[in-house]
């Protein structure tokens, strides 16, 4: 698991979710996603504040959201090297001060054969055999 941040809202309401009524002040954090294989990401989110929490791989442009929640967690798929823009926005009205809140994100890359089923893998049967109905790249094989 990585180091939990600490992150200060600014003073300004320049960012909106899609799952969000407009929210108030915001924080924004960048990440690059690091290792070998495909990564399950989990973003958890600390704060006594309301807020809303979403993910894109731009800063400034909202179409490229992957994904937007309102509860303190949210897990999403992303590729090493892939730069991910984590907003978090309050989301009371009226808006209470400035504060903070605790960010921790934890990565865990996708592998295939170890019993876990993670999307994208349609099966994960333990191994990576061939012939039993899961292939190496954890897909259902048809017959």
Same mark, same amino acid.
């Given at each position: 698991? /990585? ?6 809202? #600014? $003073?300004h309401n320049l960012l909106?979710a899609s799952c969000g /009524?407009?929210?108030?002040?915001? +924080?924004? %954090? ?6 070998? +294989?495909? !990564? ?7 704060? +006594?504040?309301?807020?809303? %929490?979403?993910?894109?791989?731009? *800063?400034?442009? &909202?179409?490229? $959201?992957?994904? *937007? ?14 730069? %991910?823009?984590?907003? @978090? ?7 209470? +001060? ?11 890359? %996708? @592998?295939?054969? /170890?019993?876990?089923? @993670? ?7 333990? #191994?990576?055999?061939?012939? /039993? &109905? *899961?292939?190496?790249?954890? !897909?259902?094989?048809?017959?």
């Open positions: 698991a /990585d180091t939990p941040t600490t992150v200060s809202l #600014n $003073e909106t /009524d407009g929210g108030a002040r915001e +924080a924004v %954090l960048m990440h690059t996603v690091t290792g070998e +294989a495909l !990564q399950r990401i989990e973003i958890v989110v600390t704060s +006594a504040v309301q807020h809303q %929490l979403s993910v894109r791989t731009s *800063c400034s442009l &909202g179409e490229t $959201e992957l994904a *937007c929640s309102k509860d303190e967690s949210l897990v999403l798929l992303a590729y090493p090297g892939e730069t %991910l823009f984590i907003i @978090v926005e309050q989301n009371e009205t009226p808006a209470p +001060a400035p504060g903070t809140f605790l960010i921790e994100l934890r990565s865990t890359p %996708l @592998v295939c054969g /170890d019993g876990e089923l @993670v999307p994208p893998e349609t099966c994960d049967d333990g #191994n990576t055999q061939p012939g /039993d &109905g *899961c292939d190496e790249s954890c !897909q259902l094989e048809t017959r």
